[in-house]
């Protein structure tokens, strides 16, 4: 008995042998099915097969391999071993070279797969665990966000199921996400034509065989000098966190129409965050991309920011900049001279009206006139790191010696050039090349501290700023700003928050973990009246954030026009939002005095074909300027009404998404609406130098596909130099070479000539009516197919300037209706 049982462990030892040697695999002792996907383990402890259960599709790409969890020391990845499944007590054993072990808690939930790191021997000296990755061969919509890869019929997701289990991968060590630094460099790569690069995210992650799906968490026992928000030496202080035990993840599949479903399944079960809107999921429910207007107000004019949301037809509006500090959060003494309480009185006029209102803010930024800085200091402000002082100096010292430049002699994103020492803030110009390392041409007593005299072996902090001429907090205190947000809704009753500036949370030396604690610590201590039913947004995604925040939005207004400005950022956002199943938004667009109706019919028209919604940045002074301000709300109302009662078919949301098409929406009636295709084109007559009695007259084709209609045209002059003023006089438009308009004025340089098919106006560049020109014969028609249009007038003043014309020309109208049950 004694000779056989040696035999058969020699030969199995053999066929593991063979089999290791010809790439095959022992057969799988342990199987997980949920309710729609198969996840096989061999006895190593490595997932090698996703089985579709109602197609047996496989989803995993030969010659892969995928630990369930990988330990990393020293930068290398551990992988185990073996693995041994109790399947009584739900528990999973495995084994690493080197003599460490794992205990993970291993549970089906029906339509996932729960894992939780319950243990680990021996743990100090195992930097972070990796929960994959976990290759997959779907390659057509990778949620680099969510952390779900999909192919229109089924889709493969990870779910980090706390907030230290980060979703990712560590590829630095300061936890930021690599696709962070593509965001601000502006190069922002096509997934589809450059695998190698993310855009938002890695927790899902394209790869060459298909994608792969990956979390990670880091023990942060003690203090490390890390690479920092372009600072080579910061220091990450201790984090106490429970390191990687209790570290867990949710794996799961399922078909595509159920993908948002199994995630909400999750959120509930797990406790993860679950913003709702009127009782609703925000993942779900239309309002959760609702538009909103930008415009500061106050306790005195509120009455005025009530009726211009209700005229635009929007529920929300929304203070860009409310506050007098960031930190304590103290509001503008003008707009509410009772602080909190002023803007209380705010927002219960417009819940009284049906509107929520909310406001901006900068995260963790702390302004150097707030309580935490002056007059004495918080010693929570984040610092990059400290030194001590190697002789004594007194209140008056220009030069400070200190025994280390290490943190003090980083210049990059070092805008405030501050350091800590007692309760006094002191700036200084740079430091000296060479020991003894002196801090130079100090300022004492920076933002009205007081000077003081310090002694040698006093501690020395340098002070983390930003740009922004703010300082930061460091986890301490940033969790008591978020909590003093929190309390400002819980007393104040807003229902919006756009969470801006939160890269400011890097100052705390846990990456993406620091942004994410902010948050939570603002979310968690909401009443739970208003838990999840705040919309709240930011311009920073990240894996947690997804589930945090009600809708993520960006894309700025500040550099030119509605079709201009960051016009292919924010349509490659659209593409973002759809494969990370996130509600579609446009980011922000600018209403001056002088924007045109056609830019904001533009824009709306993208805003319903992604089913995106946007904030307009305005003014009440800029919408009493605007000559047509009436229309333009008016406008808004229509499109923003018919877009959230899901008016409009999947063929109409494509052909409004092409920026290169325009449209007019009109009503017809309660929840009906006429959808118009328009047609326009650019004309540029310019200066030119002819012969003595050439014509120096412009001639444009212009080919209008629809049906004869009265012209419709805009003129205005552009190009002129500067300082220079220009005009265009007796302006003369010929159709056809038989119909012409003589305007007997100068159409002066910010002045717009305006037909709209019914009369001509000359109108100021804010829109207002300055005069109407009389016509004898009428608007000229323009017919089917090819026009001429001839441009002429006597140009003065600019040698650069010229007439620029735009002309369209209107289809039939569609017939849009009311969805069912909206």
């Not at 021997?121 to 779907?138: E, F, K, M, Q, S």
Request: charged residues 20%; aromatic residues 10%; contains cysteine.
């Amino acid at each position: 008995m004694t000779h056989l049982i040696a035999y058969t462990t020699r030969l199995s030892l053999i066929v593991a042998l063979l089999a290791s040697l010809l790439g095959l695999r022992a057969p799988s002792p342990t199987v997980f099915t949920t309710d729609y996907l198969r996840f096989s383990f061999d006895r190593s402890g490595n997932l090698y097969s996703l089985t579709d259960k109602a197609t047996s599709r496989e989803y995993f790409p030969q010659g892969e391999t995928a630990p369930l969890l990988s330990l990393m020391k020293d930068s290398v990845a551990i992988k185990p071993v073996s693995m041994e499944y109790n399947a009584g007590k739900k528990r999973i054993l495995l084994r690493y070279p080197g003599g460490y072990t794992a205990t993970v808690a291993a549970e089906n939930k029906g339509p996932y797969l729960r894992f939780e790191l319950l243990s680990l021997a021996p743990r100090n000296d195992v930097r972070l665990v990796l929960w994959g990755p976990y290759p997959t061969t779907i390659n057509q919509q990778i949620g680099e966000t969510v952390g779900v890869v999909h192919d229109g019929s089924f889709g493969i997701g990870i779910q980090a199921l706390n907030i230290k289990t980060l979703g990712g991968y560590p590829t630095y060590e300061n936890d930021i996400d690599p696709a962070y630094d593509i965001f601000q460099s502006g190069s922002l790569v096509d997934v589809a034509s450059d695998q190698k690069v993310l855009y938002r995210g890695q927790t899902a992650k394209p790869t060459p065989f298909g994608s792969v799906i990956q979390a990670y968490c880091r023990n942060r026992f003690s203090d490390r000098v890390i690479a920092n928000w372009d600072h080579p030496s910061y220091v990450a202080p201790a984090f106490k966190d429970g390191g990687v035990i209790g570290s867990k993840i949710a794996l799961w599949g399922a078909p595509e129409a159920q993908l948002l479903p199994v995630i909400e399944k999750i959120e509930l079960t797990e406790g993860l965050p679950h913003p709702v809107i009127d009782g609703v999921w925000g993942k779900r429910n239309p309002a959760a991309s609702a538009s909103y207007l930008i415009m500061d107000f106050g306790e005195h004019n509120v009455a005025e920011a009530i009726a211009l949301t209700q005229k635009a037809g929007l529920r929300y509006f929304y203070h860009g900049g409310p506050f007098e500090n960031w930190g304590h959060f103290q509001l503008k003494k003008e707009e509410f001279p009772n602080n909190w309480a002023s803007l209380r009185a705010c927002v219960e006029k417009a819940e009284a009206a049906g509107l929520r209102v909310g406001l901006h803010t900068l995260s963790n930024f702390i302004t150097t006139n707030d309580a935490y800085v002056t007059p004495v200091p918080d010693k929570r402000l984040a610092s990059v790191g400290a030194s001590v002082l190697t002789a004594p100096v007194d209140e008056k010292a220009t030069q400070l010696v200190i025994q280390s430049p290490e943190f003090f002699n980083q210049m990059k994103n070092n805008t405030l050039k501050a350091v800590l020492v007692g309760n006094e803030i002191i700036r200084y110009r740079a430091v000296s090349e060479s020991a003894p390392w002196t801090l130079l041409d100090c300022t004492r007593g920076a933002f009205k501290t007081s000077p003081q005299s310090h002694r040698a072996g006093d501690s020395i902090r340098k002070l983390m700023d930003h740009g922004y001429q703010v300082f930061l907090a460091d986890y301490a205190l940033q969790t008591e700003m978020a909590g003093t947000l929190a309390k400002l809704y819980n007393e104040t009753g807003l229902r919006q928050i756009s969470f801006d500036g939160l890269e400011g949370c890097w100052a705390t030396g846990l990456g993406q973990y620091g942004l994410q604690l902010f948050v939570k610590s603002w979310y968690d201590q909401l009443k739970p009246e208003l838990k999840g039913a705040v919309i709240n947004d930011a311009s920073t995604p990240g894996h947690y954030f997804w589930h945090t925040f009600t809708r993520m939005n960006w894309g700025e207004p500040w550099y030119a026009g509605f079709r201009e400005s960051q016009t292919q950022y924010r349509l490659k956002n659209q593409d973002y939002f759809r494969r990370n199943l996130m509600p579609g938004m446009l980011g922000w667009f600018s209403v001056k005095p002088e924007t045109s109706l056609e830019d904001l019919e533009w824009m709306l028209a993208r805003a319903t074909g992604f089913d995106a919604g946007f904030g307009l940045a305005t003014s009440m002074d800029a919408l009493r300027k605007h000559g047509f301000s009436e229309t333009l709300l008016n406008t808004l109302k229509t499109w923003e009404t018919a877009r959230l009662s899901g008016a409009f078919s999947a063929e109409q949301k494509n052909e409004l998404r092409d920026i290169n098409r325009e449209f007019h929406l009109e009503n017809a009636g309660e929840g009906t609406w006429r959808l118009v295709p328009v047609h326009q084109a650019y004309l540029i007559h310019e200066q030119k130098v002819r012969q003595p009695g050439e014509p120096v007259a412009s001639t444009f084709d212009f080919k209008n596909p629809y049906p004869e209609q009265p012209l419709r045209f805009t003129l205005h002059l552009t190009g002129g130099e500067k300082g220079t003023s220009s005009s265009l006089e007796n302006p003369v438009i010929e159709i056809n070479s038989h119909h012409r308009i003589e305007l007997p004025f100068a159409l002066e340089e910010g002045q717009i000539v305006q037909c709209d098919g019914k009369a001509v106006n000359l109108l100021s560049s804010q829109w207002q009516l300055l005069k109407t020109v009389p016509l004898s014969a009428g608007i000229p028609k323009i017919i089917r197919g090819q026009n001429t249009i001839r441009v002429d007038g006597q140009f003065r003043g600019s040698k650069t300037a010229s007439a620029k014309m735009e002309v369209r020309s209107v289809g039939e109208a569609v017939a849009v209706k009311k969805a069912a049950g909206q």
